[in-house]
């Protein structure tokens, strides 16, 4: 699983230090932080479908099937996870009243 760089368990667990002289997060620097979210989410899906070809076709290691397959599954879920988040909150805006 470490061989992707990015762990979904590791990035929601990891704590981080907010630093008070430095500046809020520009919206630039948070659509990169969800594009490269995007890209290592599509990767990891690349990478278990062509793990789990090549098992079917040429008789690869199982076991490399099963982690990529299963780190896919750990990276979708926590992406409906954050889709389910932002739909709830979208809905909590629209209760609101004006």
């Known amino acids: 699983m470490s061989s992707l760089g990015f762990n979904p368990y590791t990035a929601l667990m990891t704590p981080r230090a907010v630093d008070a002289a430095k500046p809020a997060a520009t919206p630039e620097a948070a659509g990169s932080k969800i594009a490269e979210g995007v890209a290592d989410f599509r990767t990891a899906l ?3 479908e062509q793990t789990a ?15 990529a397959l299963t780190n896919a ?11 389910d988040k932002v ?3 979208y ?4 209760r609101m009243p004006v």
């Open 46 to 48: 690349q990478q278990a």
């Open 73 to 83: 599954e750990m990276m979708l879920e926590t992406v409906v996870t954050i889709r």
């Open 87 to 89: 739909v709830e909150a």
């Open 53 to 67: 070809i090549n098992t079917a076709v040429s008789g690869a290691d199982p076991h490399a099937m099963v982690e």
């Open 91 to 94: 809905q909590e805006l629209l």
